[in-house]
């Protein structure tokens, strides 16, 4: 067991071996409740029980199933399907987790590559909440490739994803209005 004491330099004792953590916080009731927040770190089901009093009698006790975060196994890439050479375009990133849907606690990092030699890109992207938001600019016309990818050390090193674009000119027309004749 490891002991250690909160902010308020209240003792608490978490039990190592059983996951088990035992926090005594101080709680004020307001006209009969009180509301504590509770961060869980292990997936499962897993009980809250509320002590109270001289002699620590159980007042309460709660039960519920957490769920694991979702871990980033890829990214989306979403950019325009057609730029302008030159032109900044808002390119959005998403971590996304085996179902597909976005890994929320994926807050790292991540490089991006393209097909365009010339194209400007960000030295690396930042997530926050498993989203990001960089702007490109591509250099060079024809279809395009933009990779945002990150590496890491362990069995699962590695997440990436790709989006393609068409890449054209920029056509400026100037309109020049002629008089009009009047009878």
Not at 83 to 92: C, K, Q, R, S, Y
């Amino acid at each position: 067991a490891s002991r250690s004491r909160n902010s308020n330099g209240e003792s608490s004792t978490t039990p190592l071996a059983s996951g088990r953590v035992d926090f005594r916080p101080r709680v004020s009731f307001v006209n009969g409740r009180a509301t504590a927040r509770v961060t869980f770190a292990t997936p499962g089901s897993q009980s809250l029980t509320l002590r109270g009093g001289a002699s620590g009698d159980v007042v309460a006790t709660a039960t519920t199933r957490v769920v694991a975060m979702p871990v980033a196994v890829a990214f989306t890439v979403a950019l325009p399907k057609a730029a302008a050479v030159g032109v900044p375009v808002n390119v959005t990133i998403v971590a996304v987790a085996a179902q597909g849907r976005t890994a929320p606690g994926f807050s790292g990092t991540a490089t991006l590559s393209s097909s365009d030699t010339a194209a400007k890109l960000p030295s690396s992207v930042k997530f926050a909440s498993g989203r990001a938001v960089v702007r490109v600019t591509f250099g060079t016309l024809g279809g395009q490739t933009l990779t945002a990818f990150r590496v890491w050390s362990g069995p699962d090193g590695s997440i990436s994803g790709t989006a393609k674009t068409q890449v054209g000119e920029v056509v400026t027309q100037r309109i020049r209005t002629l008089p009009v004749a009047r009878p």
